[in-house]
C-alpha cells in the first residue's frame, strides 16, 4: 500500500509544518513505498498459537513463574497508600531501596539505582558522569542509549572498532584519559565482549568503564550475577547497568554506584528526577524475580546448551553466524528488502523471530534476530532448524553481504599465514 504523509487527513488536528513534511517524506515515504512495498518492515504476521516464538528477551522463561504472580497480586492489594512520585524521594526502609541494595550487593557492587528502564538508566548515568571534557570512548556496536547518553552529556564520543582492545587503546592514547563503554553481550549480533582486555586497557589508562549488562544479568556468572561477576572483575568495573525487560522480563532499568555517589546521582541524574518511580506491584515483581533467577542454575544451563545447539545447526546450513556465541542469532541477511522476504518465508511456518533495522543497525545491515529461551522445547528447536533448512536454497545465506565479507576476511588470513611460512 503506497503510503505519503500528505494523503492522511487529520480533520482535528492543525497543518503540519512544510519543513515536517518534507523531512518524513524525505527519510521515510520512499523507504516504506519501495523498499518495504508499501508494508512493514517490523511488523508481519501475527503468530498463530502453535509459533516457535524467538522475538522476546525471556531468557529464562520466568514469565508467569508463580512466585512472580504472587508477589504482584500481593502489593496490589496492600498497597493503596502508595504514592507515585520521583525516584529522588525513595530512600530508607523503601521496597525500592530494598531491591537495589539487594541487586547491588548481588553483583557484587555498593549500591545502585533502580530506573524507569535499560534506555534511561545508560541516559542518566553517563549524561551525570560525564561532560564536556570526558572522552567517552564507545563500541561501535554499543546499545543506542549509551550513545544518547554521551550526548545528552555533550561530552565527545570517540568510537573505537568493535570488540577492539588494542585499537581502544590508540584512542585513548590520543586523547586522553575518559569514560569506556561496553555492551557485555551485544544485542544485535550475540558477540561477548573481550572485558579482561578491555578492563586492562581502562586500568593502564587512567579510565573509568561502564559495562552494559543487559544481555549476561540473569543468563551468565554465579547465580546468575552476570559477566563481570562471572570473570571476577566486579570490583575493577567502575558501573554496571542493565535493562530489567530481558531476563527479568519486566520494565525497569537498573545502574550501580559507589555508596558515596548516591545522592549526588540523585540530583543530577535527569531520568531519575524527572520520571515516576515505579509501581508498588512492579517493585515487588522484580523483588521476587531476583530470587527466581539466583536459583534457575538449571534454567541457564539449558539456555547455553540451546544456542550453542541452534548456532551449531543454523551454521551447517549455511547461515552466517561467526559474529556471536551467545543466545542471541542474528540471521543479517543485509538490505531491507531481503529481509523482508526472509521475515516472510520464515512466518509463513510459524517461526517467528524480531526485525533489526535502521535506526536499530546500519542501513545495509538489516537482520532477523532470533533469540533462545531455556523454555524452548527440543520439538521446537527442532522445528527451528527444519524451516532454516527448508527455507535456505530461497534465501541463499551463504551469499548474503555477511557470508561474502567473512569468506575474504578467512581467505585474506590464510595467505597471511602462507607468507609467514
Sequence with gaps: MSWSLASEAFP???ALS?????????????????????????????????????????????TGHPDIVRAQMRSMQYNADFAIQSSVYMHGTHPIRDLERNLSQWIGKEDGLICQSGYTANLGLLQAIADESTPVYIDTLAHTSLWEGARAAKAPAQPFRHNDPAHLKRVIARDGPGIVVVDSVYSTTGAICPLADMVEVVQESGSMILVDESHTLGTHGPHGAGLCAELGLSKQVHFITASLAKTFAGRAGYFSMPAAMRYYLLVNSFPTIFSSCLLPQEIAGLAATLEVIKRSDKERSRLHSISRKLREDLSELGYPL???????????????????????LLEERDVFGAVFCAPATSRNRTMVRLTASSALTDAELERVVDVAAEIAPMVKPWEWPLARRAAVSRASHANEALAVA
Excluded: K
Excluded at 527519510?27 to 519501495?34: G, I
Design 12 to 14: 482535528c488536528d492543525p
Design 18 to 62: 512544510s519543513q515536517l513534511m518534507q523531512r518524513v517524506g524525505g527519510e521515510f515515504t520512499d523507504r516504506w513505498n519501495r523498499l518495504w512495498g508499501g508494508r512493514s518492515l517490523v511488523h508481519g504476521r501475527n503468530p498463530s498459537p502453535n509459533a516457535v516464538r524467538l522475538n522476546g528477551n525471556d531468557y529464562l522463561g520466568i
Design 322 to 344: 561467526h559474529q556471536g556465541t551467545e543466545q542471541i542469532l542474528a540471521l543479517e541477511s543485509g538490505t531491507e528488502p531481503a529481509t523482508m522476504i526472509l521475515r516472510d
